[in-house]
């Protein structure tokens, strides 16, 4: 049975920085391309960055670029979002998830899903 489980959220003051887990079981990271999604209230899902299991390459949302970045453990099974220069704007539920397919930004390319790791950005 497939789990994918985020943790890292938190309260953090606007210029700060939080690392996101994304640790799973029942799969192997390394055959699947890693999506690191957002959905803050009444928005809809935003895709923040992927990273592709083919040649390794990461590519980023605009709201991400520069301030964000993804990286994997394969040791660990384990991939990770790290987020700088925290702004309020940035508040949202992050998710992560796999693909057997190509990064998309579409969620719905899609298979598996954590549950999502709760970060707000406020003084």
């Known amino acids: 049975q497939v789990h994918i489980v985020e943790s890292g959220g938190g309260l953090v003051q606007p210029g700060g920085s939080l690392r996101l887990s994304c640790e799973a079981s029942?799969?192997?990271?390394?055959?699947?391309?890693i999506g690191w999604f957002r959905q803050a209230p009444g928005k809809a899902r935003e895709g923040v960055g992927c990273n592709s299991n083919y040649d390794g390459s990461t590519t980023y949302g605009d709201s991400a670029k520069g301030r964000f970045t993804i990286s994997r453990d394969s040791a660990k099974n384990t991939a990770y979002l790290q987020l700088n220069s925290l702004e309020p704007e940035d508040t949202a539920i992050y998710y992560c998830?796999?693909?057997?397919?190509?990064?998309?930004?579409?969620?719905?390319?899609?298979?598996?899903w954590g549950q999502g790791t709760q970060v707000t950005v406020s003084s």
């Open positions: 029942g799969l192997s990271l390394e055959e699947y391309a």
């Open positions: 998830a796999a693909s057997v397919y190509y990064c998309s930004r579409y969620p719905s390319q899609y298979t598996y």
